[in-house]
């Protein structure tokens, strides 16, 4: 399974129509302000159709084009790479000159296609999103042990709680102290 490292995008022109591939890793099945950003940088455009992976979930959007023609296509292409934690949106400027079904599906692709050319691509790999609490004399410990982990927030109370994904290789080593799962998920292979 993998993802993009950075955002991408690449532009190509088909019978007079613009279709404007852009490629977001996303960090979250919420993509409502991906879109809207989307929407605002190309404000004009036709059409925004999109197909998203996340996890386990799975979505796409036509956006208006003929069912079928845009948001299935594109996410073919992703699922056929294996790409994951991402979002994948064609903005269509319309150029006068109808496509049909199949020419639209083509373009669809070919667009996402040959923006994932330019893209990077990481690795990832199963892991957690995982809560461990401990005593203050044990921060340098977990810290160390979570030194190539992604750390998201820091509470210090009685005891110090951090909230982190972690793989299944650093959960294990994480074993003596309190450590909760709070979801399954894929992460970034460091």
Not at 118 to 135: D, H, M, R, S, T
Not at 137 to 165: H, P
């Amino acid at each position: 399974m993998k993802t993009i490292l950075h955002p991408i995008s690449h532009e190509i022109v088909i019978k007079n129509s613009r279709f404007i591939g852009i490629l977001l890793p996303i960090d979250s099945s919420d993509i409502h302000s991906y879109l809207r950003n989307i929407q605002e940088e190309y404000p004009k455009a036709t059409h925004y159709c999109y197909a998203t992976i996340y996890d386990q979930e799975k979505h796409s959007s036509d956006d208006g084009e003929p069912g079928g023609t845009a948001g299935m296509p594109i996410l073919n292409v992703l699922e056929k790479e294996d790409l994951n934690h991402i979002l994948a949106v064609v903005v269509r400027y319309f150029g006068g000159i109808k496509l049909g079904a199949g020419g639209l599906v083509r373009a669809y692709t070919k667009t996402i296609t040959e923006t994932l050319k330019n893209a990077e691509l990481i690795e990832l790999v199963p892991g957690y999103k995982v809560q461990i609490v401990f005593p203050y004399e044990e921060e340098k410990n977990v810290l160390y042990l979570l030194k190539n982990s992604t750390i998201l927030s820091k509470e210090y109370l009685e005891n110090i709680t951090y909230t982190c994904f972690v793989d299944s290789e650093i959960y294990s080593k994480l074993s003596s102290y309190s450590v909760s799962i709070l979801e399954e998920c894929s992460i970034q292979k460091l």
